[in-house]
């Protein structure tokens, strides 16, 4: 996104002329500044891990007490931590790094707050301005390495910019399509001094300003089409999430009484235990809702992106010719992979509530006979019972059996479930019935392993009086397992449900079907014992070998309320997520089963 720097500096010295006329206004540190905008942004916590460049930074969090600063083991964790945290909250979340190693090692924290648009400011050091460009030490070009994996970023070059920089960057982090946003603070720029008049109450920008209000002429065609279909389907995803619209997607669905789907990142948007829930679609969605996605007439996709995970083969895709409405806030996401007819730029929550306006003014409402039929049709391919396994089985323990326990023992609790990437992933996706919105909360787009404890982490410290699961494997936990220690540190007792099955499971897979069984190193040989492993972190560890003790091991841990405790489930090694759709296939060739293989 383009800003131009000139708006910045222009605003900048406007402020310091007017600071100069204002002889009580005191002189405060960059450092100091900062503190005072986090403040004035109502931040309460920011996960870090401090460094020569930002020690400036340090002793300012030092002499304040309304922000709490947690210390994380790596700087990866910090940024997953917060990016956690405001996916749960829908806050923004905030990082702190140093210079060099610890911008690079943030990478992809950042990436994977950026894939799935969650807003966030990262503040990273940088060494002092006469010193850039020159090779200094632990310098690394941070505004260049960002670029490609930010909303925007922002190098603070001078200290009367600070407040305005830092109130532009959460600004543009939460709103229109979020984003991280990376404000680049060179060490000198935090030790010098100059007058603040306050952290700015407005901002400005001419060159951003994103739309929220949705074309009435485009929402009125919308609906005629929604009204005239015969076999609609309502696709959406994580846009519903992020611009707090369930309550209005729910109406919608109500109202019209269309089959509703979710992608892997709008799971819970939409109740999953309602019967116009079809379950997620995709490269491992259920057959009803790919079968509806590939023979719908009309679509109405809100806040999801026609991810090549959701469509399949576009080729595929693009043999029916179906209607497609898309809303989205952002206009670069339209028509991007799919082209489609109607498209509505805007901010999800004031589209759909003025589509509501329009359903509840109007007389017209879909055939109910054609409806019916689609109906029958959808309940027909429900009856396939895609999601079915080997429940009985009393030697081994099957992963969708945990998951599934799980839920059973949580639904009415006030649970939030975190995930790593992998099988064990879409485990929890398909098994899981995520009836609210900020409760899964998962890499999807970058889809990186590690997150799973850091998101716990950062959720539990927001909400201490929930149960924070992380449903992880042994291969992903292991990325990032060092904030076992941080969790023990501030107290944020977590329950780690590791589906341990021995493998890179999810590449054991493709190796099963793609190439014919050889497991090129996806086995995890010389694993270290979890239990003891947890227990040399000051928590308690769990060994579960049977079926019979699935249930009893959940209960246990989750007795043990003021305790982190990682539950190691030895589950089927040879299991696999199904429904699939190889790479290359149209989203409606999907493997059922190993007898498909
Ligand atoms: C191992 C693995 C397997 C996967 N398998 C699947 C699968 O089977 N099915 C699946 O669905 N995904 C799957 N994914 C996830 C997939 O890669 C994508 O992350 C996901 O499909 C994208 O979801 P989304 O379209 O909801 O987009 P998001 O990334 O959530 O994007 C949100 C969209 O909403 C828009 N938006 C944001 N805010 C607003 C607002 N206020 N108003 C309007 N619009 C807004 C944005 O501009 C964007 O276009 C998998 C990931 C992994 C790691
Ligand atoms: C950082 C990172 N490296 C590699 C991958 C590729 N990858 C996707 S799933 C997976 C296996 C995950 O193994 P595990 O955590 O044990 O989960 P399982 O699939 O066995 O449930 C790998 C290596 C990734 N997603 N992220
Ligand atoms: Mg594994």
Not at 314 to 337: L, M, T, V
Not at 464 to 478: A, H, I, K, N
Not at 479 to 495: A, D, G, H, R, V
Request: proline share 5%; glycine share 8%; net charge neutral.
């Amino acid at each position: 996104m383009e800003i131009s720097k000139a708006e910045i500096t222009s605003a900048a010295a406007a402020a310091s002329a007017s600071a100069a006329h204002n002889s009580n206004s005191p002189e405060l540190r960059g450092a100091e500044i900062l503190v005072k905008a986090l403040q004035a942004e109502n931040v309460k916590y920011v996960w870090g891990y401090p460094g020569g460049a930002v020690l400036h930074i340090y002793d300012a969090f030092y002499k304040q007490d309304t922000i709490q600063h947690v210390l994380v083991r790596h700087e990866q964790a910090a940024v997953h931590a917060a990016d956690g945290y405001a996916r749960a909250t829908g806050d923004v979340g905030v990082a702190l790094v140093t210079s060099g190693p610890g911008v690079t090692n943030a990478v992809t924290g950042i990436a994977t707050a950026y894939m799935d648009s969650i807003p966030m400011v990262i503040i990273t050091g940088q060494v002092p301005v006469p010193a850039i460009g020159l090779d200094a030490f632990q310098e690394c070009d941070t505004v260049g390495i960002t670029r490609p994996i930010v909303k925007h970023n922002f190098l603070v070059k001078d200290v009367r910019h600070m407040a305005d920089v830092l109130k532009k960057a959460f600004h543009i982090a939460r709103s229109g399509r979020p984003g991280p946003v990376v404000v680049d603070i060179p060490k000198d720029v935090s030790f010098n001094k100059t007058p603040y008049h306050g952290y700015p109450d407005k901002v400005e920008m001419r060159s951003y300003n994103p739309v929220r209000k949705g074309h009435g002429g485009q929402i009125r065609k919308a609906l005629q089409l929604l009204l005239a279909a015969k076999r609609p389907y309502i696709y959406t995803g994580g846009g519903v999430i992020l611009g707090n619209a369930t309550s209005e997607l729910r109406h919608l669905v109500d109202m019209l009484g269309f089959p509703c789907t979710n992608t892997l990142m709008g799971l819970g948007a939409y109740p999953a235990t309602d019967p116009k829930f079809l379950g997620m679609l995709g490269m491992h969605g259920t057959i009803e809702a790919n079968n509806a996605m590939q023979n719908c007439d009309v679509l109405l996709a809100v806040g999801a992106r026609f991810d090549d995970r959701v469509i399949g083969n576009p080729k595929h895709f693009a043999q029916n010719e179906r209607k497609i409405i898309h809303i989205d806030i952002d206009p670069s996401s339209i028509s991007k992979r799919v082209k489609v007819d109607i498209p509505i730029v805007g901010d999800v929550k004031d589209v759909l509530t003025e589509l509501i306006a329009m359903v509840n003014e109007s007389s017209a409402r879909p055939d109910p006979a054609s409806l019916a039929e689609w109906w029958k049709t959808i309940e027909a391919w429900r009856g396939k019972e895609c999601l079915k396994y080997d429940r009985g089985n009393k030697d081994v323990i099957k992963p969708q059996h945990v998951v599934e326990t799980l839920y059973e023992m949580t639904k009415d609790a006030d649970a939030y479930i975190t995930s790593d990437v992998g099988q064990h992933q879409m485990w929890a996706a398909q098994y899981y019935k995520f009836n609210e919105p900020r409760r899964w909360i998962n890499s999807g787009g970058l889809g990186t392993m590690g997150v799973g404890i850091p998101y716990a982490m950062g959720i539990k410290l927001a909400k201490p009086d929930s149960e924070v699961f992380c449903v992880t494997g042994e291969g992903s936990v292991q990325m990032c397992i060092q904030e076992l220690s941080t969790c023990l540190q501030y107290n944020t007792p977590i329950k780690i449900v590791s589906l341990n099955n021995r493998y890179l499971g999810m590449v054991r897979q493709w190796q099963e079907i793609d190439y014919e069984g050889r497991y090129s190193s996806s086995y995890m040989d010389a694993l270290p014992n979890f239990v003891k492993l947890a227990e040399a972190y000051g928590h308690v560890g769990m060994l579960i070998e049977h079926p019979k003790d699935v249930e009893p091991a959940l209960r246990e841990a989750r007795k043990l309320k003021d305790r982190t405790v990682f539950m190691d489930f030895r589950t089927d090694p040879t299991e696999n997520v199904f429904p699939m759709v190889k790479a290359g296939k149209g989203i409606t060739e999907m493997l059922l089963g190993s007898e498909d293989l």
